[in-house]
């Protein structure tokens, strides 16, 4: 659990200080933190999924987890768009395309803080495998 908490943190660290560099334009930071973000996003994910192995999801916990997914759904749908509008303002650079590419973004972040929300939500929800055989 520890090492998927850090894995949290960090990625929560790193969208915060993507946020920033994006609003403020500091294009070189900017794109080096989507790459660190993106592992720390696929690393806190499968430290989610290691921890979550060794859970039973029943009743509410299980209704919540149905959710939790499909956020995960939404996030991995905004992706590729946000990525394609941040290519398209890195390479001609226009108001309408900045507005586009940080409503994508800020989209992406509301996601991805809902499904961290809800899978929160179905951990806590959720009896470990040895009292749930017990």
Request: net charge positive.
């Amino acid at each position: 659990m520890t090492t998927f908490l850090v894995a949290l943190a960090l990625t929560v660290l790193l969208l915060v200080a993507l946020v920033v560099t994006g609003h403020k334009g500091q294009r070189s930071a900017h794109y080096a933190l989507v790459v660190l973000t993106l592992a720390s996003l696929v690393w806190a994910v499968r430290e989610a999924e290691v921890y979550g192995q060794g859970l039973v999801f029943e009743g509410a916990a299980e209704s919540v987890r149905t959710i939790h997914f499909v956020f995960v759904g939404c996030v991995l749908a905004l992706l590729p768009v946000m990525v394609v509008t941040g290519v398209r303002l890195a390479r001609v650079e226009d108001p309408a395309r900045r507005r586009l590419h940080a409503k994508m973004a800020y989209a992406f972040l509301v996601m991805v803080l809902v499904t961290c929300t809800l899978g929160a939500a179905m951990t806590m929800m959720a009896e470990p495998i040895a009292v749930a055989a017990g």
